[in-house]
C-alpha cells in the first residue's frame, strides 16, 4: 500500500463521489480507473438505509452467526 498527498480540493471532490458516507478512498479510486462499472451513486434512501443499519449495529442491536445457528437448531 502507498500514500500519496492529495490537495483539499481533491479530496472535497473525492468526498463528493462517494456512494456511501464512509466509502474508503481507494474504492472510489478503483471505480474511477474501471470505466465498466456504473458510475450512479447510491438513491439517498439507500443510503439513508445503510446509515440506519450501521446505527442498529452501533446500538448492539443484531444477532450473530453463532447466535442465529443456536435459535434456528442448526449446528
Not at 4 to 22: A, C, F, G, Q, V
Amino acid at each position: 500500500m502507498a500514500t500519496i498527498e492529495i490537495t483539499r480540493s481533491n479530496r472535497d471532490r473525492l468526498n463528493r463521489l462517494r456512494r456511501y458516507p464512509r466509502e474508503p478512498y481507494r474504492t472510489i479510486v478503483r471505480r474511477l480507473m474501471d470505466q465498466s462499472e456504473d458510475p450512479e451513486p447510491l438513491s439517498p434512501e439507500t443510503i439513508a438505509d445503510i446509515q440506519a443499519s450501521l446505527d442498529e449495529i452501533r446500538r448492539g442491536e443484531f444477532v450473530t452467526h453463532e447466535e442465529l445457528k443456536r435459535d434456528l437448531g442448526i449446528e
